[in-house]
């Protein structure tokens, strides 16, 4: 991963998510991460009822369950991350797809710095981008690190705050960003970054909180808004949406 050491760059920053955003939600691997999850709720003695209601309350309270499991559960992080994230079979679920690392080359890195944004912690967030063969093209990432007591995530402003700090961009108008998450793409917009894509594949299934969701189905809070949000349902149209960063 090249330097993340930037001083005075006025280039913009392009923000990937990774999961389910840099793959398909054909890969399910939502669905097998939700799996451990809530085999992880079970072994600390909850019923299969309790564990799902629990799974659903704390993604949803908190933005990821383990943020609910250390604070009302003191679980181990680490132990969780093993047996969740890290028990995930990767290689066997996603493939490196020449497309992708095509679109990553065809940033203008004169204009552009690409940085990925995730919520997973450090480790799988590096198994995903060496399958895919792109770890070389990122030149910074920003994730969740479970070690650090009452850490943040996406969508919490202040996540986003952080990512800026670590990129050293303090003009949020010059940030890029693709999620297939609407909330963390709202999230975005509300701090005003600059372009904002939601990866949606649309009839596809993918696994939140325990529950499975059809894409492109959500519901929308009050007062939400399409205003300065983009919906794609390939990467490839980012060449279109975002053109004025990609190599002519």
């Not at 990122?138 to 700090?165: Q, S, T, W």
């Not at 509300?190 to 993918?206: N, P, Q, Y």
Request: glycine share 6%; net charge negative.
């Amino acid at each position: 991963m090249a330097s993340e050491t930037h001083l005075q760059d006025d280039r913009v920053v392009v923000w990937f998510d990774i999961d389910n955003t840099l793959y398909s939600a054909s890969s399910k691997i939502s669905q097998a991460m939700g799996e451990r999850i809530h085999a992880y709720f079970v072994g600390l003695g909850l019923s299969h009822e309790e564990a799902s209601e629990l799974h659903l309350k704390y993604y949803t309270q908190y933005g990821l369950a383990l943020r609910g499991l250390k604070k009302h559960h003191d679980v181990d992080v680490l132990d969780f991350d093993r047996k969740c994230d890290g028990s995930l079979p990767l290689e066997d679920m996603i493939k490196y797809d020449p497309a992708v690392r095509k679109l990553f080359q065809d940033i203008d890195r004169s204009k552009a710095r690409v940085w990925a944004l995730t919520n997973a912690f450090k480790p799988h967030a590096q198994r995903v981008l060496k399958i895919l063969q792109i770890e070389d093209l990122i030149d910074g990432l920003v994730y969740c690190d479970y070690r650090i007591d009452n850490f943040v995530c996406k969508p919490e402003h202040e996540f986003y705050h952080m990512a800026m700090e670590q990129a050293n961009i303090s003009d949020p108008t010059k940030c890029y960003f693709i999620d297939d998450n609407r909330g963390n793409v709202d999230a975005a917009r509300d701090l005003c970054w600059g372009k904002c894509v939601h990866f949606c594949e649309k009839g596809m299934e993918a696994m939140e909180g325990g529950r499975m969701k059809q894409i492109g189905h959500e519901r929308k809070q009050d007062g939400d808004s399409d205003v300065g949000i983009v919906e794609v349902t390939t990467l490839e149209e980012l060449r279109q949406v975002w053109s004025e960063i990609f190599k002519e």
